[in-house]
T-cell receptor, first 114, second 112 residues
Framework: AQSVSQHNHHVILSEAASLELGCNYSYGGTVNLFWYVQYPGQHLQLLLKYFSGDPLVKGIKGFEAEFIKSKFSFNLRKPSVQWSDTAEYFCAVGARTGANNLFFGTGTRLTVIP | DAGVIQSPRHEVTEMGQEVTLRCKLISGHNSLFWYRQTMMRGLELLIYFNNNVPIDDSGMPEDRFSAKMPNASFSTLKIQPSEPRDSAVYFC??????????FGPGTRLTVL
């Protein structure tokens, strides 16, 4: 069965600390991978995505994620977080082709303390 | 390019009333998804369509919920009758097959 696991439910960091949020998935076949961010009171916005090619993907606002196929992981990283990064982060996976749904993780809430 | 459009943005209604939420897909997209988000249950997929056809409605809570796509660019989610436990933010999202899913701004529903 398809599933996405985000092991960290709530992460609290001080500004300038480094961030790594874990994402592991279980999905048969070739996948596309996504990280979405939801700022307080707003809708989900795409942060970055991996379709193919270089497994290290760079997104907006200094975020990056690395696809490690052997580990079924797509962890999100940022070297130095800011207070404005306070948000909820969702990992999602979907089939590379076809009209299948995306499967979302349960989300990780990040709180950055100034 | 206009994104996914949802209306209304906020809805406050009384228990027992019918509620209709609306969603306009991004032009050219052919898949439409309805989600519900609450503090307790997080983000839940309710139903999704591909080319106007419902593909998976297993997330629809009960018969009070129904969703339609009368045409390729528009969808409605109806709750009849509404109950306080339906209070949530309802998002729709659209995509092309294999592509990125884009979310609308959401409708915050409060059922008193």
């Amino acid at each position: 069965a398809q599933s996405v696991s985000q092991h960290n439910h709530h992460v609290i960091l001080s500004e300038a600390a480094s961030l790594e949020l874990g994402c592991n998935y279980s999905y048969g076949g070739t996948v596309n991978l996504f990280w979405y961010v939801q700022y307080p009171g707003q809708h989900l916005q795409l942060l970055l995505k991996y379709f193919s090619g270089d497994p290290l993907v760079k997104g907006i606002k200094g975020f990056e994620a690395e696809f490690i196929k052997s580990k079924f992981s797509f962890n999100l990283r940022k070297p130095s977080v800011q207070w404005s990064d306070t948000a909820e982060y969702f990992c999602a996976v979907g089939a590379r082709t076809g009209a299948n749904n995306l499967f979302f993780g349960t989300g990780t809430r990040l709180t950055v303390i100034p | 390019d206009a994104g996914v459009i949802q209306s209304p943005r906020h809805e406050v209604t009384e228990m027992g009333q019918e509620v209709t939420l609306r969603c306009k897909l991004i032009s050219g997209h052919n898949s439409l998804f309805w989600y519900r988000q609450t503090m307790m249950r997080g983000l839940e997929l309710l139903i999704y369509f591909n080319n106007n056809v419902p593909i998976d409605d297993s997330g629809m809570p009960e018969d009070r919920f129904s969703a339609k796509m009368p045409n390729a660019s528009f969808s409605t989610l109806k709750i009849q009758p509404s109950e306080p436990r339906d209070s949530a933010v309802y998002f729709c999202a659209s995509r092309i097959a294999g592509g990125t899913q884009y979310f609308g701004p959401g409708t915050r529903l409060t059922v008193l």
